[in-house]
């Protein structure tokens, strides 16, 4: 195999050893620290971690038209404020397992969202996604056999981690 390839597929097994490894260590972090203190220490090193990115790909670093400001920072708000809470909040009742399965249906929620947002066709195949989709977070949430952790705990972060989905799936269309 040629470097270039080598690189993509090694990029992409780190890719998911970081997102795997996400839920552990967030489910640690949400169960010793504040929801907030932790959403705020990731994202202090995510938005310097980005600016050096881009700066390094695309050179100086400029701010959006004054026009792009309201839409840019109500997308901010809804996809750092909002899902992230529901991302660290819901691991104080559930595990980090379930959570990962169950934020993983955004997917199918953003495939149904964007009928009714871009226009695009309801199909058998997506009503077919989205009912495997809703089966698998029930099958996850009741049948879960995980029981280190009360079943209306479970109950209650998975519900606000399905929320969390919707919330990802949103502003995924926006």
């Known amino acids: 195999m040629d470097f270039r390839t080598v690189t993509s597929y090694g990029s992409l097994v780190l890719m998911a050893a970081l997102w795997g490894g996400s839920w552990p260590v967030g489910k640690l972090l949400a169960s010793s620290l504040p929801p907030f203190s932790v959403i705020f220490v990731r994202y202090s090193f995510a938005i310097v971690a980005m600016a050096c990115w881009l700066r390094y790909k695309e050179g100086p670093v400029r701010f959006p038209p004054r026009r792009d400001w309201l839409p840019v920072g109500i997308i901010g708000v809804w996809s750092v404020n909002v899902y992230q ?20 249906f955004n997917p199918t929620i953003t495939s149904v969202l964007s009928v009714f947002c871009l226009g695009e066709a309801m199909s058998a195949r997506r009503v077919g996604g989205l009912l495997c989709g809703l089966a698998g977070v029930a ?17 209650i972060g998975d519900s606000l981690l399905v929320v969390g989905a919707f919330v990802y799936a949103s502003y995924t269309v926006m």
């Not at 996850?140 to 029981?147: A, E, G, H, I």
């Open 139 to 155: 099958l996850v949430t009741v049948m879960s056999p995980n029981k280190s952790i009360e079943f209306e705990s479970r109950i």
């Open 85 to 104: 809470t529901l991302y660290f909040v819901p691991l104080q009742f559930t595990s980090a397992s379930e959570a990962s399965l169950i934020i993983s």
